[in-house]
C-alpha cells in the first residue's frame, strides 16, 4: 500500500501541493482528477521519489520512498513530458530498462510492439507524440512492478488505443494484481476503469472517495407523476437535482437505492424507473455540496 501523508511542496512562493494525504490500495485504480496545473504531476513525482516533499512523506508498505533504490524497483513512472534517449530505438530503451528493472519482460515487450504496430528498430524521436505514448505504457507494463504512475497517459492516444491500454491495465491487475496510479485532466477518460477518485484543487484535494461507495449512496429516479402531483410534493426525497421535459421528471436523489425505490412508490407514480449515474455526474453531485463547480474545475 502507498501512504501519503501531509504532503507539501512549494516552488519559491508557489504552492504546487498543500498537506496532501491519500492512501492507495494495492490491486486498485487510483485515479487522480484536477485541472492543469492542480498539482497532479508534482504529487506523482514525490510519490515516485524524484521530488523531496518540503512536509510529510511517502511510503511502501511502510518503508520510505525517497532515494531508496530497493523501493524504487516496485514502480514505474510515466511522465507526461515524454524523454527518450538521444537517437534510441525501442529495442535500445528495452535493454536500458531490462537493466533497472530485474523482472523486465523481453519477450511481452517484444509482442506488445508487435500488436501495437510499433517497429523496435526505428529511431523514437521520429514517432508521433501518441506513439510514444504508447512505448511508454509498454516499457512500465513490462517492467512487472508492483505500481505503476502515469501522468496523462491517455493524452494523445486514439479512443481505440485508448481502450487497448486500459485492456492492458485490466489484465495485468488480474493477473500479478497491479496498482495503476492515474492522473488526468479528464475525468471521462477514467470512468470506466477507477476504483477510487481524488480530485486535486489547487494543490489540495477536494473529495477523495472510492466510487462505489459514492455510488451506493447517489441514485437517479425518472419518473412520471400521477396527475395532480408535481415535483415539490416529494418532500420525503433527499433531492440534489431535478429536471423536467414534458411531463418527465428527472430527478438526482441521496440516499439508498431500496429507500428510494420504497419512496418513490410511496407517491405511486405512472412510471418510475432508476438509472445509473455517470461518474461526472456523482463529482457534480458530491462537489456541489462542499460548494464547487466541478464542469469549471475539470471540464
Known amino acids: 500500500m502507498i501512504k501519503a501523508e501531509n504532503l507539501t511542496k512549494k516552488f ?3 504552492v504546487a501541493v498543500d498537506h496532501v494525504s ?10 487522480l482528477i484536477g485541472t492543469n496545473g492542480a ?7 514525490m510519490l515516485s521519489g524524484i521530488l523531496k516533499p518540503d512536509e510529510g512523506n511517502v511510503t511502501i508498505d ?23 534517449f538521444n537517437n534510441a530505438t525501442p529495442a535500445d ?10 523482472a523486465f519482460d523481453k519477450a511481452r515487450f517484444q509482442s506488445l510492439m508487435e500488436k501495437f504496430g510499433l517497429d523496435t528498430r526505428r529511431k523514437i524521436q521520429t514517432f508521433s507524440k501518441g506513439m510514444k505514448k504508447q512505448l511508454s505504457v509498454i516499457c512500465g507494463i513490462c517492467a512487472n512492478t508492483d505500481y505503476l504512475f502515469c501522468d496523462e497517459t491517455f493524452d494523445g492516444l486514439d479512443p481505440v488505443m485508448r481502450q487497448a491500454v486500459k485492456s492492458l491495465f485490466a489484465n495485468d491487475m488480474a493477473e500479478r494484481n497491479l496498482t495503476p496510479i492515474i492522473a488526468s485532466h479528464n475525468l471521462r477518460e477514467l470512468e470506466d476503469i477507477c476504483d477510487h477518485v481524488g480530485l486535486l484543487h489547487r494543490g489540495g484535494i477536494l473529495l477523495s472517495r472510492d466510487l462505489d461507495d459514492m455510488k451506493l449512496n447517489i441514485h437517479k429516479v425518472q419518473c412520471v407523476l400521477k396527475e395532480g402531483m408535481e415535483e415539490s410534493d416529494l418532500t420525503a426525497l433527499n433531492r440534489i437535482k431535478t429536471e423536467k421535459r414534458g411531463k418527465l421528471y428527472t430527478i438526482t436523489v441521496r440516499g439508498s437505492k431500496e429507500e428510494i425505490e420504497g419512496l418513490v412508490e410511496s407517491y405511486q407514480p405512472i412510471f418510475y424507473e432508476m438509472i445509473p449515474l455517470s461518474l461526472e455526474e456523482i463529482f457534480i ?9 466541478i464542469k469549471k474545475l475539470i471540464f
Do not use: C, H
Not at 498539482?39 to 513525482?45: D, P, Q, W
Not at 524504487?72 to 510515466?78: A, C, G, H, L, S
Not at 453531485?285 to 463547480?293: H, I, K, L, N, R
Open 62 to 84: 511502510g518503508k520510505p520512498v525517497f532515494e531508496n533504490e530497493a523501493v524504487k524497483e516496485r514502480f514505474f513512472y510515466i511522465s507526461d513530458d515524454q524523454y527518450y
Open 39 to 45: 498539482g497532479k504531476s508534482t504529487f506523482l513525482r
Open 12 to 14: 519559491d512562493t508557489i
Open 93 to 102: 530503451m528495452m535493454s536500458f530498462y531490462a537493466k533497472v528493472y530485474p
Open 285 to 293: 453531485s458530491e462537489t456541489e455540496v462542499a460548494g464547487y463547480d
Open 22 to 31: 491519500a492512501e492507495i490500495r494495492d490491486g486498485s485504480v487510483f485515479g
